[in-house]
């Protein structure tokens, strides 16, 4: 999977998918944080560092997301706390399950605390488990070349 075809399925699927969340992709005053969130989908190294967070360390994405660009958010929102209204967090949320449960293919998911009262003004975010192969994310959208041959080594062989 690439970073192309998640982005490409999350345009093409997110206001079908989640109906009372079309205006988070549709409309204007909502298009700030639309963005923000499809270039992180955009980065190949923090998407995968996002799904790292959640699978080994159960940091749900919306976490994971917020934090990295926390100074970001200071800016989008004009508050020096980032506090998000109830329809861009929910939004949010619903952007990251879109993410994992309909992009990536992970089939469980999980409501925890994540007690970011200082930022954002967050209590609960959800992580996803289960994935239904294992992740592995690609930055262009034609398979990677193979690895070239080793070179053989002659450390530690006797007699050389």
Known sequence: MNITEIAAAIEQNFSKVYIPFQEFQQNAEYEKYWSKCMEAVN?????????????????????????YYKEDFVSLTGRHDAALDVFVKKSIGAFWGMVFKYALGYEGQKSVSVSMNDFFMLRTATCFYHP????????RTEPAPPPAPRPKSVLGRKGT
């Open 43 to 67: 980065d190949r190294e923090l998407l995968s560092h996002i799904i790292f967070c959640n699978d080994l360390f159960a940091i749900p994405p919306v976490k994971t997301f917020l934090m």
């Open 132 to 139: 239904a192969a294992k992740i592995q994310i690609n930055e």
